[in-house]
């Protein structure tokens, strides 16, 4: 599994990787390079426009089941430091679509092979991020992720409990989702995407992305 999680803006690019069997977790902060080019598909990529003009419920969509398992995770931790907890539907259209567009273009990064990270795509998608929150193409102060390979389709509640861990087991995913700071904590708005997207040569087989993000000036 390939895991990436957000960073405080005081905070620049790192990365770290973990090997556990089927399992590559990696954690990209902030400000990454650009991702290995992506296999087998063609370079198209999603036109994020703002949700008034596309006419969309401005309410959430019904989570999946993958996607409830990972917000039950996050918010009945016993160290939750987020107060609240508010689906934001444009949070949710972006986050589902980023764990689409991994699985279909074959990549695991924050940063999409056309270039534009977390921060990026929901601002075009009309999310007012703070102004103060990066505004590098590729910047990333609000997104987890994780990627699962398996030569075969696995139970996904095994799979979900499987991430969780890898989750925790890393600080600064496990500060991110649990809003140890205030940072975090001030991010009460969210989004959850899975997708499960099995292509023959695919490195991973299954897509979870977290968005946890706060309006501002």
Sequence with gaps: MWIHSPVHRLLRGKKHLLLTGY????????????????????STHTLYLPLVMRSEST???????????????????????????NCDPILQRVARERAQDMGLRNYCSHINPDGYGPNYLVRQAGYPLPT??????????????????SSTLSDWQ??????????????????????????YA???DYGIGYANLPGEGWAYRSYWVVITARRGP
Excluded at 25 to 38: E, S, T
């Design 23 to 42: 399992l590559l977790i990696g954690l990209g902060l902030g400000w990454l390079g650009r991702p290995a080019p992506a296999h087998g598909q063609t």
């Design 59 to 85: 309410a959430c969509q019904p989570l999946t089941p993958q996607e409830q398992a990972v917000l039950d995770k996050m918010r009945s931790d016993p160290n939750q430091g987020r107060q609240a907890f």
């Design 132 to 149: 103060w929150y990066g505004q590098e193409a590729g910047a990333n102060n609000i997104e987890s992720i994780a990627c699962y390979a």
């Design 158 to 183: 095994s799979v979900s409990v499987t991430i969780w861990q890898n989750w925790m087991a890393s600080e600064e995913h496990r500060v991110h989702l649990l809003g140890l700071n205030n940072f």
């Design 186 to 188: 001030e991010q009460t």
